[in-house]
Structures are given as structure tokens and as C-alpha cells.
């Protein structure tokens, strides 16, 4: 019992600190006077890590015997339903193990976008696969039998296995207990930093671990996942989303742009928007050249974001906060800059978050 309780007030303490940075506010300064706000860019309102049943009977034995539990067409049709009845553009499917949603007949049909994928399914962590190239489903990229041993060689062998097929690889709810992905990122594309609401899932420990390799100078794509199964007793929530900037809401755009990192994580469709860019034009996922520059303009737009909290976080900590008053606030900032860095934005009430950027980055 006692090892129990150290054990919850070790997990407390880390889950007190996940969302704890040091002060860098010396390193902006707060500029007055009139300034262009800046106008939220086209996108598309995108699902990401949507599965169509419950079910570990196929992901934790792929075989011809339970291949009709690799995936259920009543489910994605529920889903499909569901997300366009929410005013969702796209959705990525990612069932465990099985890329068997992917050849339905009813994706061709669909009101929405529906955008391929899978979830490497292990118990060493699990990952997204989007977009790759499959002809059957028997081409899936599959991890090690469940009881095998999973090493760093089988996690590089499936990123670049996927890259060759021209897919992403996203890093799915990394820290959740049991299923820790681990240190490494072995070459991914992305990390889901904002999934379920649960203690479980443990997104204030995902942001903080995926911040902290964006300060070791790794580059990853942030992403919102809902890890929907229709079905379910818990995971039936249709939340958090992603607006991923995008000409059309066509897979091979959607993807582009996820790629690219023009994605803004938020809570639901209705969550209030963050609209972060350089004086320059540059938008997050883009890359600022310094070319000897030390200072540069940030421009923060945040539209219905009345009551809220907006922060800007970069390597050195947290940059900037501000409680918001209006329901469509701008604040201009000049920042000390170096190459190598980078700057985010994230909007909370309270603990609750309300939106993420993706970081601009400085060269």
C-alpha cells in the first residue's frame, strides 16, 4: 500500500510539472500602437484517429481466422455519420493492426473525406500510419507477433517501410502507461500530443515530452487525435480535432498540410482559434531564415477567445502570457531570437486546454 501511494504521488508531481516552464518573459517585449491582425488561414477541420470498433481480438492475432473482427463497416459508417453531422471536412482511420476499412466501398460514397491509415499496434507503443500506399490489406506494415519482443530496429523499419509508400508516421498518445513509447523517435513525422480526456492518456506529459525534443532540435508535427471506437463504453468522444491549412479538403491536400505541420490543434469545432505569425508572413510548420537577424515581429490572434489564457512558449520556457478580455484580441510582440529556436502558442481556461500551435521555427 504504501509503495501504491508513493507510486500516485510520484505520477501527481510529474503530471503538476508537465505543463510548468521556466520565465523567458525578458526575451519579448510587448509592442503598442495600431497593427494589421492577422486572418486565419483556409482549412479544413480534420479527425484524426478514428477506429471503427473495439476490438483486440484481430490487432493481438492479425490471422485469416478473426479476420472478420479486423474491422466493422457498421462502425466507419457510424463514424462517417457522426463527424459529418459534425462539420468535420476529413477524417484519418487508423484501426489496430488492420488496414481492412480502407478498401470499403463506403469511402468512395462518403460526405467527408476519408483518409487512410492504421495504428501500429504493440506493446512497446503504438503509431499512426496516414496516406501510405496500399493495394489489398494484407500490405500493411505489421509490428512483431504480440508477445514478441519489440526492439529500436523494428520501430525504424516500419517508419522507413512507411516513408517509402509515401506515408506519415505520427507517434500515438506517448506516454500512456504500459504502452510508453519510447525515447526515441526513430524517425517519425509526428507525435499525437492531445488525445482522450484521461489521466490515462496523459496529454499534459505528451505536449512537455514532444516540447522538449522540439528543444533538443528535433522537428515534429503536433497533432489532435480523438481515438474514437464507436461502441465503447469511455472512447466514443468525437474530440479533440485539428485545422489543418489546406486549399481543399482533398486527402492529397490535407496530408500536404499535415506534413508540412500548418496544423492547430483545438478542443472542438467551436474552440476559439489561434492565429500565430511572424512579421514576415511566416505561419506555424514554416521555417524563418534569420540571415543575421537577432529580433523579429510575432503577431497572436486569438478569435472567441474571451476569458482565456494565451501563452508563448519557446526553448528558453514561457515567453508570454496574457489573460484575454475581448473575444477577438491581438497582441504584437518583438522577440530575441536565435537559430535553432522555435515558438509556440497554447490557449487554456484554466487547466483545460483550448488550443495548440504548432511551432514556427528559426534558422
Not at 472478420?68 to 477524417?91: E, M, N, Q
Not at 483518409?115 to 499512426?128: F, K, N, S
Not at 526515441?184 to 492518456?201: K, N, P, R
Amino acid at each position: 500500500m504504501r509503495a501504491l501511494v508513493l507510486a500516485t504521488a510520484l505520477l501527481l508531481g510529474q503530471a503538476a510539472c508537465a505543463g510548468r516552464y521556466p520565465s523567458a518573459h525578458d526575451r519579448v517585449v510587448e509592442l503598442t500602437g495600431p497593427a494589421e491582425a492577422p486572418a486565419p488561414p483556409r482549412d479544413c477541420l480534420v479527425a484524426n484517429h478514428v477506429h471503427t470498433l473495439v476490438s483486440d481480438r484481430y490487432s493481438h492475432a492479425p490471422t485469416a481466422a478473426n479476420e472478420s473482427l479486423a474491422y466493422d463497416p457498421a462502425g466507419l459508417r457510424a463514424a462517417i455519420a457522426a463527424f459529418h453531422g459534425d462539420g468535420v471536412d476529413a477524417i484519418v482511420v487508423t484501426d489496430h493492426n488492420s488496414a481492412h476499412a480502407d478498401f470499403d466501398p463506403a469511402i468512395a460514397t462518403a460526405p467527408l473525406t476519408v483518409i487512410p491509415g492504421m495504428e501500429w499496434t504493440t506493446r512497446r507503443g503504438h503509431a499512426l500510419q496516414m496516406g501510405l500506399t496500399l493495394d489489398k490489406p494484407a500490405d500493411a506494415i505489421m509490428p512483431p507477433p504480440w508477445r514478441a519482443r519489440v526492439v529500436a530496429d523494428d520501430f525504424r523499419r516500419m517508419v522507413a517501410e512507411t516513408h517509402r509508400r509515401g506515408g506519415l508516421v505520427i507517434i500515438a498518445h506517448p506516454r500512456v502507461p504500459f504502452r510508453t513509447w519510447p525515447d526515441d523517435t526513430f524517425g517519425a513525422d509526428g507525435v499525437e500530443v492531445w488525445g482522450l480526456d484521461s489521466v490515462v492518456i496523459r496529454n499534459r506529459q505528451a505536449v512537455r515530452w514532444w516540447h522538449d525534443r522540439l528543444a533538443r532540435g528535433e522537428r515534429l508535427v503536433a497533432v489532435a487525435g480523438t481515438d474514437l471506437h464507436p461502441g465503447a463504453w469511455l472512447r466514443h468522444h468525437r474530440r479533440p480535432l485539428n485545422r489543418v491549412t489546406a486549399t481543399t479538403c482533398g486527402a492529397a491536400d490535407v496530408l500536404a498540410g499535415l506534413r508540412a505541420g500548418h496544423v492547430l490543434l483545438l478542443d472542438d469545432r467551436d474552440a476559439p482559434r489561434v492565429v500565430l505569425a511572424v512579421d514576415d508572413g511566416a505561419r506555424p510548420g514554416d521555417t524563418v531564415e534569420l540571415a543575421g537577424r537577432t529580433e523579429l515581429v510575432l503577431h497572436l490572434r486569438v478569435l472567441a477567445g474571451a476569458g482565456a489564457r494565451l501563452r508563448l512558449l519557446g526553448p528558453a520556457g514561457e515567453l508570454f502570457t496574457r489573460e484575454l478580455a475581448g473575444p477577438d484580441a491581438t497582441v504584437r510582440l518583438r522577440l530575441r531570437v536565435r537559430p535553432g529556436e522555435f515558438v509556440r502558442a497554447e490557449l487554456h481556461r484554466g487547466r483545460k486546454p483550448l488550443a495548440l500551435t504548432n511551432p514556427v521555427y528559426f534558422r
